[in-house]
């Protein structure tokens, strides 16, 4: 069962006085305002160094990827080093290959999970912090599953709840079977400029993320034509917005 986040995050925001920008991005997209300069704010030293405070104590920034290197790495930097590094990444980027692991699952199968670059986990979560607040503005209400503040505890809430007001008493189980090994870029990125992300060079740092070379356990290298990476922070940028999305019907 999904753990509820702490308002760690939100916390981090306030420090970086980034809440208020967040708020308004939300609201924007509400009114179904067109972003066609995104780029401005991801690239903003507070927005920069908000994500490396959000990712720096994750056990995952202490994975090393193909280029060998972590979290630590950019510790030993001096701030203005590390803000220049990662403007200079952002203005011709090209990720670097994502390692695949593959993962034990009770049930005797695995799960392939790719480790990014320490560096493309910053710039991906950079990029996080713009598009959530749009996102969130459009997504389905009753949607719980990999989202900011929310979690299968408010899934069963709102059962019981409609269950005791609506008497709906049977829950539906759906599970898309290898979503993400099949994700369609094109038809992905549709869907962003429909939400209202129309900043091209935006789009152009995402859509080379879906493009990383997949370094595989074996060696070989595999260039992905469809599907996201499971493990990098890339992949909450694509969390289907309908995911454990509660449905219930009547017994009458």
């Not at 030293?45 to 950019?74: F, H, P, V």
């Not at 999970?113 to 996080?128: A, F, T, V």
């Amino acid at each position: 069962m999904d753990k509820v986040k702490t308002n760690k995050t939100l916390r981090h925001s306030e420090y970086y006085d980034m809440t208020n920008t967040f708020d308004g991005l939300y609201k924007d997209s509400q009114n179904n305002r067109i972003f066609t300069n995104l780029m401005a704010l991801v690239m903003s030293d507070e927005n920069i160094r908000l994500a490396y405070r959000n990712i720096k104590n994750n056990k995952g920034s202490q994975t090393e990827s193909t280029d060998k290197q972590s979290i630590k790495d950019i510790k030993a930097l001096s701030e203005e080093a590390f803000l220049i590094k990662i403007k200079e990444l952002f203005k011709c980027y090209k990720p670097k290959p994502v390692r695949r692991v593959d993962i034990p699952k009770p049930n005797g199968k695995t799960r392939p999970l790719g480790i990014p670059s320490i560096w493309d986990r910053l710039i991906q979560q950079c990029i996080l912090q713009a598009l959530d607040p749009i996102c969130e503005a459009k997504f389905y209400q009753y949607s719980y599953g990999f989202r900011p503040n929310r979690s299968a505890h408010h899934a069963i809430a709102t059962c019981y709840r409609m269950a005791n007001r609506s008497n709906l008493h049977f829950v539906v189980d759906i599970d898309i079977k290898g979503f993400f090994d099949n994700v369609n870029h094109a038809k992905l990125i549709r869907q962003m400029w429909t939400l209202g992300i129309q900043d091209k060079w935006l789009l152009g740092i995402i859509r080379a993320m879906f493009h990383a070379p997949i370094i595989l356990p074996d060696g070989k290298v595999e260039h992905p034509k469809k599907g996201v990476p499971q493990g990098g922070l890339c992949e909450a940028l694509h969390k289907p917005p309908y995911a454990k999305k509660v449905i219930m019907q009547s017994n009458r």
